[in-house]
Structure formats: structure tokens, C-alpha cells
């Protein structure tokens, strides 16, 4: 490989019988040169397997074919498969990717990280954010080039956003659940402030409406495993026994199943339980999956705004991205 | 900031009273430029906050500040906290990278993976590994830029390679539990055939020789949690009872405390146990933690290679990043 190498841009011009300078325009399909010309370089270029410098070809063509990634904590739980899936696509597609972590790097804030992107030359620049719990401000006016967002909301709405579909995942969980057969459904979940919550539910009360029913209650709570198994002791003491229960997320869903576990239940004979989250994909053991659950696909979510930094969409607005239902032993 | 970006290299040059092609060379710190020259530029510089175009920058300096990062599975369990660690680090000391994957992008095989790497102007190359059981073959010798591997072992001696201390790790965890007064300790592990298992279970071993003691037994198997049930049940029917055990991982020391627990016995209080891996580090709900445990500091691993590819070692070798124990309710 390493003889292709020794293959100069002098020599394509000394084969092609022109300057240096025009080989090198001829190359970058600039409008001074004649196309008889144009043609009579690249000739020469192909014939001698020309392979132009990435750093020359991107000056003169204005263009660094790097792009910016800035986080605010690109290891936090949730953004980590994001970010993964975003380098890993730029780089599938040869771009290079400048990361600046807000949390590993706490010495320098954001503006400070605005300033070093904009002095270093990007083409783009892809925002990760760390949920839509709160909206993103806007530094899309800060650059002159192209501004994407994955995993976060901001308060442009002219900005092009790359979501996980909270709403769509919860309807996936409430279809699926009737397709079990079940008919007294109850959805337990965390807190409705959070914005995924409310979303998760009016997918999930769409899904059940669609089927001409509803839910038999809905139960708020935290995030965490001990609010599952809670929750089943509070169902156990309402008035309607349940046969299944979407839970907000797969924590609560361990919990859930827990209790009902240690309650005697059958799961998912007695009562069926979907999840979110697919936490159990981390795990190395897939053998140990409990849990049927909807995988938001947040490293999709990371490739489609990669995606869109090299090939910007022509309009703003909120993009979602399909999650998938997941079967487990739970359901 | 915007108009921070309006001041340019003529501008410089204007006020310096030299000519553009000067004040870059003196910029540049060319030799061809004189001492009192290039002072006059650089005061000029720094009065007008001159921030020079990275791209011209590293064109004029024949450095394009950009990294090649070539792994086979970024995504695979232990290659992905040191490829997040490398593209951290590398995103805070300013530098691109540009990420090759052999299995996202599985029609693009390694060779010519190397080759679109030597295209592109890059300062140096990062290849990440998947664990050291094999030993991968060293592509140092195509690139004339310095190659640094992580989590790799190669097979020229001649290659710096940063590696996880798979040896310190057992180490720590026989002399954790041989601190927790623990005096009949059993090692349950994996194959011998792989280089990690010996490696643990050679720091294991010497950190009792040097408490001028030995392991009752050391069990030999897979990495699996059913492994450690069944373990627990052999141990059981061993001539001398334990109270001390380490396992090779945390998913074999998972299946040690449910066989331990299902059995009545108390933990720590009866048999102490410790793992390998730190995976409830990656459980959002960390008062779930049950295990102590070794953590090889993966993240680490990348971290300290990525600084090796800025600022390269002199001399070739493997270096081991320290692990950390880390205290949960098994001991």
C-alpha cells in the first residue's frame, strides 16, 4: 500500500501536461478550468490510482469533512447509546467528529465550547442532549453552518430535532398487551411532570382507546424498582383485579414483577408486564431476558441526526424516530 | 462572537506592515521569518484576538489535529466504555476523530479500512481492541504516523499497547477478602483457556501466597451466572466449607449470592463475595448495588491510550491502567 502513496498531485500534472495549480482545480471541478482539461486530469489521475490528500482536497474545497458533536454529558445513561450511534455513523461516512463534553470537560461551559467549534472549521454540528425533560436553548444562530439535535427539545422551533417517539412506544406497549388478550390493563409510571410520562400514556390510552377501552387506573410514582413493586401492593388493594400492566419503564417493571412473583402470580398467565427501555439489551446474558419491553432505539436516534448533519433536511421541526417492541418471558 | 470571526490573517498582516504569506509563516514559527518580524505579527495577533482558521492552520503546519480510531466492535460490551473514554479525551484535547468500525460497516474490511486511514491526513491512529485473548495483528507498519492499541495485546512487542490489569485485579480482590478476615477463600472462574482467567487468577493466587495462604479450590467453567449456582452446590459438596469467595465476573459472583442466599447463608456474614467487572456501575439504580467488586476501568484504558496518540511514548510495551475495587454489601 504503501507505493500508491508516492502518487503526487505533481505527478498527475506533469502526466496530464498542466500546472500543479490547475491539476489541483481541475480535480475540484472548479468552473475556471475547460472540461477538455478537467477530463485530461482525471484521466491521468485514474490511471495512476491518484489518491489526493484528505487535508488538501477539504482546504480547497472550503470543506473539513469534521464534524462538531457537543454534549452535556455524553456518559449519562441514556445519551451514551445516542452519541455511540452518532460517531459511529459519521465515521462510517468519513467524517471526523470534534467531541465536546460538558461533564468531562466542566472547566470549560458551553459559550467557551461554542467559541473553540466555531474557530476550528466544521461542517456541521450535532447537539446531543440528555432527554426533552427541559428544552435545549438554541445555539443554531451561533454557527454558519448546519445544526442538528438528537435527544433534545429546544426552543427554536426552526431547529431540526432527532427524538426518541415516547408517544409511539407507549402505544406499542398498550397494543400489544390486547393482542395478549388482556382486558383490565393498568399503567404504572413515574412522576407526569416528565415529559416522556405523559407521553408514554396518551400512546398507551390511544392504543386502548382504538380498542374501544381504557385503562383501569394509572399509577404515579418514580422512576425506580421499589415504586414497581409498591404499585402491585396498591392494584392488589383497588377493586379490579389486573391482567396486565404497562409499566413506565423497565425498573418499574422489574419491580413489578417482583412482587407479583412473590405474591404467587404467573407472569404472564396471571398478569402480563411490558417495560421500556430494553435495559436488559445491555446485559451481556441475554438468557437471563425476564421482560418483554419497547427498545426506543436511542443509538437509531443517534444515526439518523448524523445522518442529517452531512445531508441537512430542507425544513425544521421535531423528527421520531420508530421504536421496537422487544418479546420477552413476560408477556 | 460573531464578530470575532470577522478578524482575519490580512488584518494581521496589516497592521503587523507585512505581507499575508509573512504573517502566516510567522504565525507558523517558520524559520524563514525573523525573531523581530515574528514578534511584530504575534503582538498584532494577540491585540486584534486573532483566532486563526484551524483548517489553514493545520494545513500550513501539515497536522490536521484529526485522529484515526479503528476498532472491530465499538459497540461490543467492553469496547465500547474505551472507545467512549478515547473519544472523550480526544474531544477535550481539541482533537477529531474519525472512526472506522469493522462491524457496523462489515463490507469494508480491515484492509481497506487501513487504506482510506492512510488517505486521510490524520496525526495518528488509535486502534481499539476487544479484550486481549487473541492477539491482533499489528498495522503499525502501514501508517508513517504513531499506531497506540487499547485493550489489544499485538503481535510485534515493538507497539505501545494500554491494557486492562487483569492480574492487579485479582490481586486486589484476594487481599480485599483476606482483609475481611476471610480464611478459607475459593476462586469460581471461567476457562483457563482464557488469558484473563489466568491472569486474574494469578494475582489471586499471590496476593494469599504473600498472606502465606492459599485458595481451598479454584472452580473452572464459564462466564455465566448458571455457572456460579452450580458452583455454589460443587462447593457445597467440597470437604472444607468457604467463607470467602471471588469470581471471575460479576455475572458468575450474581449466580454465587442467589445459590449462597436461596441457601440460607448470610452474605457477607457467612461467605463473602467479590467480581470482576463493575457491571451494576452501568445500572442507572445504583441502590441496587449487591456486589463488591473489581472495576478494570475500561473508560480508563481509553482515556490514557488517547493521550499516548497526542503525546506518544518513546518506547514500545504494554502498560497496565490500575483497577479500582469497588465496596458493595457482599463483603
Chains 1, 2 share one sequence.
Not at 402505544?171 to 416522556?196: C, K
Request: glycine letters at 8%; a negative charge; aromatic letters at 6%.
Amino acid at each position: 500500500m504503501a507505493t500508491q502513496r508516492a502518487v503526487r498531485l505533481s505527478d498527475v500534472a506533469a502526466v496530464a501536461g498542466v500546472s500543479k495549480a490547475t491539476a489541483s482545480k481541475a480535480l475540484n471541478d472548479s468552473p475556471v478550468v475547460s472540461p477538455a482539461t478537467k477530463a485530461r486530469v482525471r484521466e491521468a489521475a485514474e490511471r495512476l490510482d491518484f489518491r489526493p490528500n484528505a487535508l488538501a482536497l477539504s482546504f480547497a474545497s472550503g470543506r473539513s469533512r469534521t464534524v462538531g458533536l457537543l454534549t452535556h454529558r455524553a456518559t449519562a445513561t441514556f445519551s451514551r447509546p445516542v452519541v455511540m450511534g452518532a460517531i459511529l455513523r459519521l465515521g462510517s461516512r468519513e467524517r471526523a467528529v470534534l467531541v465536546f463534553d460538558g461533564r468531562i470537560d466542566a472547566h470549560r461551559d458551553m459559550a467557551e465550547s461554542v467559541r473553540t467549534l466555531q474557530d476550528r472549521r466544521i461542517d456541521g454540528l450535532l447537539v446531543v442532549g440528555s432527554g426533552y425533560a427541559r428544552l435545549t436553548p438554541s445555539i443554531t444562530h451561533h454557527f454558519d453552518v448546519p445544526v442538528t439535535y438528537a435527544f433534545a427539545a429546544t426552543d427554536d422551533p426552526d431547529d431540526v430535532v432527532f427524538l426518541p417517539d415516547n408517544e409511539r412506544a407507549g402505544y406499542l406497549a398498550g397494543r400489544h398487551l390486547l393482542e395478549r388478550g388482556r382486558t383490565s390493563i393498568a399503567h404504572v409510571t413515574a412522576d407526569a411532570d416528565d415529559l416522556a410520562v405523559r407521553r408514554r400514556e396518551e400512546g398507551f390510552r390511544r392504543a386502548l382507546a382504538e380498542a374501544g377501552t381504557e385503562a383501569v387506573t394509572t399509577l404515579h410514582g418514580t422512576w425506580r424498582r421499589e415504586w414497581g413493586e409498591r404499585a402491585v401492593e396498591i392494584l392488589d388493594d383497588g377493586p379490579v383485579p389486573v391482567d396486565g400492566i404497562f409499566c413506565g419503564n423497565d425498573h418499574i417493571a422489574f419491580g413489578v414483577l417482583d412482587a407479583l412473583e412473590a405474591s404467587g402470580r404467573r407472569v404472564p398467565d396471571d398478569v402480563a408486564v411490558v417495560g421500556v427501555d430494553n435495559w436488559e439489551e445491555v446485559v451481556v446474558d441475554q438468557k437471563l431476558r425476564r421482560l418483554t419491553t419497547v427498545d426506543l432505539d436511542l443509538t437509531g436516534v443517534g444515526r439518523v441526526a448524523a445522518d442529517n448533519v452531512i445531508d441537512p433536511a430542507a425544513h425544521g421541526g421535531e423528527r421520531f424516530v420508530e421504536p421496537a417492541l422487544v418479546l420477552g418471558p413476560s408477556t
